[in-house]
């Protein structure tokens, strides 16, 4: 069984390789640890160091790639906020500096699809990446994500959904109505902002395919009825599961998880886990692994 301890080590770990990888924008790396601190302080540990061979060398000169992997080793130790935030440092030094292997690399759109799928769409490396690892709840909290994503329009989506659907069997639930899950409301005239919230959590409750084309049909007619706006407000992340309601017990709006508001006060991503999942790569990986986490 999968431990507190497991998520918090595998958040850590998805952050390092975020930090390693060619791909991540050192703003989104800095904001997102900036976030991460006030949001999770447990991640975290206080600086320390065993002697001067682990230690932070605040002098450029001294920089190399031989430093860098060895600042990564320790960080992995001793995940403080200092290690971390001197990695970032030294990492956009190098690619200031155009040091091979800190250079983001062109995109690769000819991957191999799945049979069956539309061979002009291109999974996001964060499908492509948890697909791969075949854990489940990862995955699915990663396909309501792409319903973040403003840059992806309704066929995108039910790209996403095919194709991630013919690569993992077992990926939806048949379709259930109950205290969380409630039905679907057919009469657009009632599909509003609120509404769509509630939907995305019924979904994180029941994760039906009929569920999802319902939140991508809801999202599109939200982006025609305000196209200022890009997209719904952001999902509630990790909607709990709660234990089954005495029968005949009528169901309430579901209770929104305690967590970071959107400026427009309600309950979603904080700003840098949006700004993270729309940079996309290893950085939004983070966020993806840290809100599977929290279900």
């Not at 049909?217 to 407000?233: D, I, S």
């Amino acid at each position: 069984m999968t431990t507190e301890n497991d998520h918090l080590l595998e958040v850590r770990k998805s952050f390092l390789d975020a930090i390693k990888s060619t791909e991540s924008d050192t703003t989104a790396l800095q904001d997102l640890l900036e976030d991460l601190e006030s949001s999770n302080p447990v991640l975290f540990a206080p600086y320390a160091t065993k002697d001067e061979a682990d230690a932070i060398d605040s002098a450029p000169l001294r920089w190399n790639v031989q430093y860098f992997s060895k600042q990564i080793w320790h960080a992995r130790r001793n995940f403080s906020r200092e290690r971390l935030e001197h990695l970032i440092r030294v990492r956009e030094l190098f690619r200031q500096d155009g040091r091979r292997g800190f250079m983001p690399k062109p995109q690769n759109t000819s991957d191999d699809m799945p049979p069956g799928t539309d061979t002009s769409y291109t999974p996001s490396s964060n499908l492509r990446k948890f697909v791969e690892e075949g854990d489940l709840s990862t995955l699915q909290t990663a396909l309501i994500v792409e319903l973040e994503n403003s840059r992806l329009d309704a066929l995108d989506l039910r790209n996403a959904m095919a194709w991630t659907k013919a690569s993992v069997p077992g990926l939806f639930e048949p379709y259930a109505e109950k205290a969380f899950a409630r039905g679907i409301e057919r009469d657009r005239t009632q599909w509003t902002q609120e509404y769509y919230g509630t939907q995305v959590v019924f979904l994180d409750t029941n994760f039906a395919e009929e569920r999802f084309l319902h939140l991508i049909e809801v999202r599109e007619h939200l982006r025609q009825q305000a196209p200022v706006k890009a997209a719904p407000p952001a999902r509630p992340a990790a909607a709990p599961r709660p234990a089954p309601r005495p029968s005949g017990a009528q169901a309430r709006a579901p209770q929104q998880p305690h967590r970071t508001s959107t400026p427009t006060g309600q309950p979603g991503l904080s700003p840098a886990m949006r700004a993270a999942l729309l940079v996309g790569g290893a950085v939004a990986i983070v966020v993806i692994v840290l809100l599977a986490m929290r279900k």
